[in-house]
């Protein structure tokens, strides 16, 4: 049974090339354009990895992680940050909210893929 990973990000291109990234190794994706659209999507079904955006409008990706570790379903879902954001004090608030890695923009695919296998198990 494939691993779901949920993308949240306000750049439709960077959703593709993750979900494409991730296709190709065999995960399903569920993709959502912010926030407020991935609290909205995340009603139960199984998240195995969540990767966001920090900079969204509605609601960015360290209030998003937040608000999703909130949720029983959620609380032990590990979550990733893809950003452009390289400061020391986002990746602190990032860390503090629950995010497990940070990885910064623009992305090569094999690193991505190497972050996420640090944090699910095949």
């Not at 354009?33 to 969540?50: E, F, I, Q, S």
């Not at 955006?53 to 979550?79: C, R, S």
Request: cysteine-free; proline content about 6%; charged content about 25%.
């Amino acid at each position: 049974m494939a691993k779901t990973i949920m993308i949240v990000d306000d750049s439709a291109s960077i959703r593709m090339v993750v979900r494409l990234t991730l296709e190709a190794k065999g995960f399903d994706v569920i993709d959502a354009r912010d926030g407020v659209d991935a609290l909205k999507k995340l009603n139960g079904v199984k998240v195995h990895l969540l990767i966001t955006d920090v900079n969204m409008p509605n609601m960015d990706g360290i209030t998003l992680v937040q608000e999703a570790k909130k949720l029983p379903a959620y609380k032990f879902t590990p979550m990733m940050m893809l950003t452009t954001e390289a400061g020391d004090e986002k990746k602190m608030q990032g860390r503090a909210a629950g995010a497990k890695a940070w990885l910064v923009k623009p992305f090569q695919p094999p690193v991505l893929l190497n972050a996420i296998s640090k944090l699910i198990l095949p």
